[in-house]
């Protein structure tokens, strides 16, 4: 202990020692420090709303085996936080007065329980089962990761922070000790990192897997989750996968496009390659999108339904996280899993995941009603079992 004691020594070194995932800070001394603690918070607080940059890395004990007196650094500052009020709405969330080391507040379960309530009886609801119910089929169970040390199930839903999920789970089931340890290209390689998906078991494990194991997945408001693929996947894509600009965009555009528009379309401002109206146009033709989907494969997972990925109303999940509210719910996740005494969820920027009204405005300003109309339509579900509001401004 000699080492972490030095380390404290100073609020630059303390902050230092927390960037660099230095995990186990003894209670006594955080009890004397904890002036240091909250000066070196308010300085990391400052840092990441300055840089507007998300770590997202999960920072995991070294030792975790049965050290019930050790803390991290998020747990110790939950005791400053005041309880958030529960809102239901998740795109009517003020994050604004949440601070850098918010958790869940005490009444937070009743939100989680409302959530619950709300999918249950959207499933339930006989006129909307085509957009809410699909069979558990292969590709559902691809999509859901195995930790059987802990009985954990967890569907992978992209662009909500999931990378990070896998990464504690794969620690969790010990092929790693911790997340600093499992090289990046590790983290999606399920053929060796330790963390099978439920379709590489027999159908009876998965059955009683399915039954018995905690479930979880993440959402967020559909729309803004489609802006997010689009400008991932087509405009900056910053891992090289060469396949969605030159194979997907053009087969979407060879469809989609409208052809006698855009006269000036070579002197035009607007980039190269597939428009978000384009975009919009295909995922909201249901069937002509079913045949595209086949030739693209498994690529789709990052724009289609929620419901085609995790089966929400044919398996029965124990949470469902919202992106927009992560910084309470990735604590109530891994509490309600009973492993919050095993790792902890980085702190996230306040406001760094709330809904952006004004951007999803003007990514739908040049787009037909008809066409945002169709989109909401195959959305639907995912909106209704969610409770995430019709985007009225946009439709009507
Ligand atoms: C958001 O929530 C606040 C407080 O609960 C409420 O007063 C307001 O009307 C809500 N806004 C919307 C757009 O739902
Ligand atoms: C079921 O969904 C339909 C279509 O959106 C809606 O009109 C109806 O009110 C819903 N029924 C219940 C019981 O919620
Ligand atoms: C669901 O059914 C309605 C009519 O019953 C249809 O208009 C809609 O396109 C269907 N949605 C999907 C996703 O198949
Ligand atoms: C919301 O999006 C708009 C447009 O993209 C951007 O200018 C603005 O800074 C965003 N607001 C927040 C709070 O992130």
Redesign the pocket.
Known sequence: MGSPYRKMSSVLSLCRCRVDGCQLVHWEMMRRHWLLVGACGWVLLLLMVASRFINYNLRVPDDYGGKAESRTWTELSINTVKPQRPILHPNNMSQSNVGVFSTVPSDWHSVEERRLDLLASVCRNSSLRNVTHTSVNKFVLDRIFVCDKHKILFCQTPKVGNTQWKKVLIVLNGKFSKVEDIPEDMVHDHEKNGLPRLSSLKENEIRERLDNYFKFFIVRDPFERIISAFKDKFVKNPRFEPWYKHDIAPAIIRKYRKIHRDPDDSSSHKAPGLRFEDFVRYLGDIPGQKRLNRQFGQHVIHWITYVELCAPCDITYNVVGHHETLDRDAPYILKAAGIEHLVSYPTIPP?IT?Y?R??VE?YFSEISKRDIGRLYERFQGDFRLFGYPRPDFLLD
């Open positions: 406001g709330r952006n004004t951007k003007n």
